[in-house]
């Protein structure tokens, strides 16, 4: 059967782990981009990312010992810093001059932003860009707002992966749930985008009237959505003068293997008290994704022709192009130039259905729902106590 592949982009940063799994002391073997890379946090917090592999037999060192500044390879007790150096090899007598300096091991650059661990994955490790890339951030929140993390690995290329996290028609069919959607509630959309830091941004605009879990927030709810290279994906929702921030990351371990980082970032206290409720729906996402995901791999064994369209595959297209963009502007040494359009949405004439004196009585009727919604719930959590 034929391997799908992706030409996976190089020089920028990947995600490689949340920032919370690595405590001080610790270290983590791990494929990023088909490299073996070895993850640690110094005793003192720091991060770091070097290449998997003791250079005098080649054995990981991801299997030996960390203490918080050394890592001991088990095989013959060879130990390194935090930065690749080595700093001591147990069998060299007294009496032999050997040049320490002469051995090491290549140090990716590695860097905690808002609670996650990226790296930086070059295309020849003897140049690395300068300046480093811009790693993306998130907006209107920092690390300890991090409340929701969930991971999963699917079973696809790079290229698969992204057109599916940003592919909008998937949803009342792939998520449909009671909660959520149905396969009826598929309505024309139009949204206006705008050129981004190495992608685009679906302007802020308001949620989508069928999505019922965005009523659950109250007050004047608006949402922006920015996809940046190589593979992420940044939602920041404001409710009124809170914010909730959904963030994907897609690193590829294997050119058929990707994993997936869910976070969420909110400011909202509510949230935090029934975050045990939320993890299983967003559990259920991931797993709904990732199963068709992986019936998709069973038809691209055939390797059919794909097709997009001009409607819901724009983002798709975009991607291609800027990945295209992206390789050209690097082999011409020439600065990129981002491809993605700026585009308006068309304007609706008032009707029937959307006249603005009818739009604003269903604006009142549903803030009054919410607010229902909203007592309710808090009734419910100071019942919590009770009933435990």
Not at 103 to 109: D, S, Y
Request: aromatic share 8%; glycine share 6%.
């Amino acid at each position: 059967m034929p391997v799908v592949e992706s030409e996976i982009l190089r020089d920028l940063w990947y995600l490689a782990v949340p920032g919370r799994t690595l405590r001080p002391g610790q270290m983590l073997g791990k494929q990023l981009l088909g490299q073996s890379i070895v993850l640690g946090r110094s005793a003192s917090g720091e991060p770091f990312a070097l290449r998997d592999l003791c250079p005098h037999r080649g054995i990981p060192l991801s299997h030996g010992a960390f203490d918080g500044r050394e890592l001991e390879c088990c095989y013959h007790g060879w130990r390194f810093t935090c930065d690749g150096g080595c700093s001591h090899i147990p069998s060299l007598l007294p009496t032999q001059k050997f040049d320490l300096s002469r051995v090491g091991v290549f140090q990716f650059p590695c860097r905690e932003v808002q609670g996650n661990i990226w790296v930086l994955m070059p295309a020849d490790e003897r140049h690395l860009p300068d300046p480093l890339p811009e790693i993306p951030v998130i907006p209107a929140v920092d690390a300890s707002h991090c409340q929701l993390v969930e991971s999963s690995i699917f079973p696809c290329s790079i290229d698969h992966a992204v057109v599916g996290l940003m592919d909008p028609a998937h949803g009342p069919f792939v998520h449909r749930s009671w909660w959520w959607r149905t396969k009826h509630s598929i309505h024309e959309k139009a949204k206006a985008f705008a050129p981004s830091h190495l992608g685009f941004t679906m302007v802020k605009h308001r949620p989508s009237s069928n999505s019922k879990a965005y009523k659950l927030l109250g007050g004047e709810v608006s949402t922006e959505i920015r996809f940046e290279l190589p593979s992420t994906r940044i939602e920041h929702i404001t409710a009124g003068r809170h914010h909730i921030c959904g963030v994907t990351t897609l690193t590829p371990l294997t050119p058929n293997q990707v994993e997936l980082h869910q976070f969420f970032y909110w400011t909202i206290p509510w949230l935090t008290v029934i975050r045990p409720i939320m993890r299983p729906f967003v559990k259920t996402f991931i797993e709904q994704d990732r199963d068709v995901v992986d019936k998709q791999q069973q038809g691209l064994n055939e390797d059919p022709q794909l097709m997009l369209i001009n409607d819901a595959d724009k983002p798709a297209r975009w991607y291609y192009q800027l990945k295209k963009e992206l390789l050209e502007s690097r082999q011409q040494h020439r600065p990129f130039n981002n491809t993605a359009p700026s585009t308006t949405p068309p304007l609706q004439q008032p009707g029937p259905g959307n006249h603005p004196a009818l739009a604003q009585l269903r604006f009142r009727r549903r803030r009054a729902m919410l607010s229902t919604c909203q007592e309710s719930l808090s009734l419910l959590i100071r019942c919590i106590p009770q009933l435990t």
